[in-house]
């Protein structure tokens, strides 16, 4: 999703534009063909978006409820839809120009864009952002919806990691505080035209950095700010519908092909690539994370399926369209068996209470993957290399944009999660934890028996 935010010029803006070039220029460009919206590409965004938000509800408040007890199955479903609201209307007032807004000063172009377009000022229908084609262009709003689902999904992936334990206001006002110091200034940077990494020449398709990495390091650093829960980890805390967890798995699994194809902006080849690496690199993980349970003397699990699942699309998504299929494989294979050391061993070895491995799986398999597209872009792994710079020049890239963001997600989770617990305390009080969530944050339960 490398790509230059500009907007394009229309009517009266072009035309003194062209006004003021000189008269051999402005035949130039008065030659040049305008451009235009394609209504495929339109359409097809369009598409991309809801299927981003279909990941997020239905999807992922499946895959995360069906993974906690049945006491606190709603409460958690209830946390990501909130958050998703919440995070649509932050969006509007100030997210996007915060991220793709026009240009800042220029000490803070490289990490945020100015606040110019607050509540969206100057956006109409026929505002229009360009995609990677000269000339080809889609309206500026789809593009906002588009974005906007991206910061919804990342915002409640962080919750996996402190689920049946945080209070319902001290998740709003975590969410509310970490999308504006957090993931705005890291989008901007990744993806907008001036941003640090964005100038670097740093890869990152459709959010390796900016949504898993960091998401999973900021699920780490709360789950370690907030706790454990109680009788982690010697009481047993099973999921209580690993088929709810299938289904979410199925959901964002399909939903992830408007997050890793959508981002290409355009119905065409790039998002042709995006899409076959999104089926081959998410099999060859499914299959790997199984396999790495029988060599460590387990069964072959539903549970392991789905985690390699998440793990071979996590890993993916920054190479989407930086690597032949032959290098998504590779690259889905290598991240599931990483992620499954991870949560498996690494876990369990520190004694942090990840409690769905967000950290594990989005934040090991974010790194894996925005690390190693340093090297299956390359020609050898079918890759389209970019900008034709050496392996080991785009792997010190991915490595200090990998490392920048890690600093970022964890510096700014420590005051976001510090905010939230000084304005309300930040966990439930036992007793409520011990009862539910569900009844004791939100009055219901999930099955009325």
């Not at 996996?160 to 945080?166: A, F, K, P, Q, T």
């Not at 890793?260 to 998002?271: C, D, I, K, Q, R």
Request: charged share 10%; glycine share 12%.
């Amino acid at each position: 999703m490398k790509r230059s935010m500009k907007l394009a010029g229309v009517g009266a803006a072009s035309a003194m534009l062209i006004a003021a070039l000189p008269a051999w220029a402005q035949d130039a460009a008065a030659a040049a063909p305008a451009a235009t919206v394609d209504k495929g590409d339109t359409a097809w965004m369009m598409v991309s978006t809801i299927l981003v938000l279909m990941m997020i509800l239905p999807g992922l408040a499946l895959f995360y409820g069906g993974l906690v007890r049945t006491k606190n199955m709603l409460s958690v479903m209830t946390q990501i839809g909130a958050v998703t609201a919440l995070t649509m209307l932050i969006w509007v007032m100030w997210g996007y120009t915060e991220a793709f807004g026009p240009d800042a000063t220029d000490m803070l172009k490289p990490y945020i864009s100015s606040f110019d377009k607050l509540f969206l000022a100057g956006v109409t229908p026929a505002s229009q952002v360009a995609t990677f084609t000269k000339g080809v262009e889609i309206p500026e709003y789809v593009f906002i919806c588009f974005q906007m689902t991206f910061a919804a999904i990342t915002v409640a992936l962080v919750l996996g990691s402190v689920v049946e334990r945080m209070k319902f206001s001290a998740v709003m006002i975590f969410a509310a505080v970490w999308l504006t110091i957090v993931y705005f200034p890291v989008a901007h940077m990744v993806w907008a035209a001036g941003g640090k990494f964005f100038d670097m020449g740093a890869l990152d398709f459709a959010g390796g950095t900016v949504v898993h990495i960091n998401a999973g390091v900021s699920a780490l650093v709360a789950a370690i700010m907030l706790g454990k829960r109680q009788g982690y980890p010697t009481e047993r805390m099973a999921p209580h519908s690993l088929v709810m967890t299938g289904i979410g798995t199925g959901l964002l699994w399909v939903g992830w092909f408007g997050f890793n194809a959508g981002s290409a902006l355009e119905a065409n080849g790039s998002a042709g690539l995006a899409m076959i690496n999104t089926f081959v690199a998410t099999a060859s993980a499914g299959l790997f994370w199984m396999l790495a349970e029988r060599v460590a003397g387990h069964k072959g699990s539903a549970l392991g399926f789905c985690s390699g699942i998440i793990a071979g699309l996590v890993a993916v998504t920054p190479a989407a369209g930086n690597s032949g299929p032959f290098g998504a494989i590779v690259l889905g294979a290598v991240a599931s068996i990483i992620c499954f050391l991870a949560s498996t061993v690494l876990k369990p070895k520190l004694g942090y209470d990840d409690s769905l491995d967000a950290f594990g799986i989005h934040g090991i398999g974010g790194m894996v993957g925005a690390i190693g597209t340093g090297i299956v872009n390359d020609a050898m792994f079918g890759g389209p290399a970019n900008g034709g710079k050496a392996m080991g020049e785009q792997l010190f890239i991915q490595a200090y944009a990998v490392g920048f963001t890690i600093a970022v997600a964890a510096i700014g989770t420590v005051i976001a999660i510090t905010i939230a617990k000084a304005l309300t305390g930040g966990r439930v009080s036992p007793e409520v934890e011990a009862e539910g969530l569900d009844l004791g944050e939100h009055g219901e339960r999930a099955y009325n028996l």
